[in-house]
T-cell receptor, first 113, second 112 residues
Framework: EAGVTQSPTHLIKTRGQQATLRCSPI?????VYWYQQALGLGLQFLLW???????NRGNFPPRFSGRQFPNYSSELNVNALELEDSALYLC????????????FGPGTRLLVL | GENVEQHPSTLSVQEGDSAVIKCTYS??????FPWYKQELGKGPQLIID?????GEKKDQRIAVTLNKTAKHFSLHITETQPEDSAVYFC???????????FGTGTRLKVLA
């Protein structure tokens, strides 16, 4: 069974630009979660999508947004990039809203110059 | 608010020794506790988990214990090997919710 996949693996942008990150969940999983992991820090919850709807978001500004497609894959968009947005962005998936176990992808490393 | 404290932040052990990482959670409704291992440049990988109706769970060299009364849970790694070197994260969650509260991570170094 294929795991969670993310693309691209690395992304370099300049301040003020927009970044788009993509995630494909494990087959059969309907929930997708996005986390930000800044260097040397823990995982900060960003967004949760289930069945195409945004269910909740963490304490991040509105320039962090995303969506979930009918095939349950997801996209994270970060607008007006700032230097402090440089981080590893992790996507996880689980079996619907009551599937406790989240399985993580390898992440997209975003560098903002 | 909800919080998970994790200690120690760094841990160095000699190969073959045991390693113990401890977490304390604040939300008494938490009933699911996964542990993740994150190697350099990779995403976190689930290594073991425990539910609140169980006090201990073991999988080969890895075990997790849970003390619901004290709101503590711990990861135990026996006979450590160099490939156990990584950052380990604990998390607490409640059934029926999406929410994982992660600890701040423990960097484990196993010295050969």
């Amino acid at each position: 069974e294929a795991g969670v996949t993310q693309s691209p693996t690395h992304l370099i942008k300049t301040r003020g630009q927009q970044a788009t990150l993509r995630c494909s969940p494990i087959s059969g999983h309907t929930s997708v979660y996005w986390y930000q992991q800044a260097l040397g820090l823990g995982l900060q919850f960003l967004l949760w999508y289930d069945e195409g709807e945004e269910r909740n978001r963490g304490n991040f500004p509105p320039r962090f947004s995303g969506r979930q497609f009918p095939n349950y894959s997801s996209e994270l968009n970060v607008n007006a990039l700032e230097l402090e947005d440089s981080a590893l962005y992790l996507c996880a998936s689980s079996h619907g809203t009551t599937g406790e176990t989240q399985y993580f992808g390898p992440g997209t490393r975003l560098l903002v110059l | 608010g909800e919080n998970v404290e994790q200690h120690p932040s760094t841990l160095s052990v000699q190969e073959g020794d045991s390693a113990v990482i401890k977490c304390t959670y604040s939300d008494s409704a938490s009933n699911y506790f996964p542990w993740y291992k994150q190697e350099l440049g990779k995403g976190p990988q689930l290594i073991i988990d425990i539910r609140s109706n169980v006090g201990e769970k073991k999988d080969q060299r890895i075990a997790v214990t849970l003390n619901k009364t004290a709101k503590h849970f711990s990861l135990h790694i026996t006979e450590t090997q160099p490939e156990d070197s990584a950052v380990y994260f604990c998390a607490a969650s409640t059934s029926g919710t999406y929410k994982y509260i992660f600890g701040t991570g423990t960097r484990l170094k196993v010295l050969a």
